[in-house]
C-alpha cells in the first residue's frame, strides 16, 4: 500500500475527520490537500446557509498536521501547538471547501506550516492561516 493510501485510511480513522466528510486528496514532500463537501449539519448561519468556520478551521488544521506528516523529515507523531485563521469571506454555500496546507520549516522539535482554504473560486480564499505543531520523533 503506497503513503497516500496509508494516509487516507488513517484519515478515515479519525472520527471527527469522518464525521466532517474529510477527504485527503493529495500529499507529498510537506504538502497536503484535504477536503470536505458542503453538508448542511454544519451550517452557522441558517439564514444565508454559510458553513461555520469551526468546520473550515478543523479541515485547515487536518491538512496542516498532513502537510507535517508527508515533509520529509516526518515525525513518528505531531500535534496542534498553535493555529491562527483570518477569515477572508463567508464559504459559497453548497460548495466543497479545499484546504491546501504547506509545512515549510522544520526544527527539531517544532513544525511551521501555511494554510489556505478555498472553495470554488480559487482565488479568493475562505481563510487562510498559519500553524505551529509539535515533532515527536522517534528514539533511536
Request: glycine letters at 6%; one cysteine or more; aromatic letters at 4%.
Amino acid at each position: 500500500m503506497d503513503r497516500l493510501q496509508q494516509a487516507r485510511d488513517f484519515m478515515q480513522a479519525l472520527p471527527h475527520a469522518r464525521a466532517l466528510g474529510m477527504v485527503l486528496q493529495d500529499m507529498g514532500a510537506g504538502r497536503a490537500v484535504v477536503t470536505m463537501d458542503y453538508d448542511a449539519r454544519f451550517i452557522g448561519d441558517p439564514v444565508t446557509g454559510v458553513l461555520h468556520g469551526g468546520a473550515i478551521s478543523a479541515l485547515m488544521d487536518t491538512a496542516s498536521g498532513a502537510s507535517v506528516m508527508s515533509h520529509p523529515e516526518a515525525p513518528a507523531s505531531t500535534a496542534t501547538l498553535d493555529l491562527r485563521i483570518d477569515y477572508m469571506r463567508p464559504a459559497t454555500p453548497r460548495q466543497r471547501i479545499t484546504a491546501r496546507a504547506e509545512c515549510y520549516h522544520v526544527t527539531r522539535s517544532v513544525a511551521f506550516i501555511r494554510v489556505t482554504a478555498t472553495d470554488h473560486d480559487e482565488t479568493r480564499p475562505v481563510a487562510t492561516g498559519t500553524a505551529t505543531f509539535t515533532l515527536e520523533r522517534p528514539i533511536p
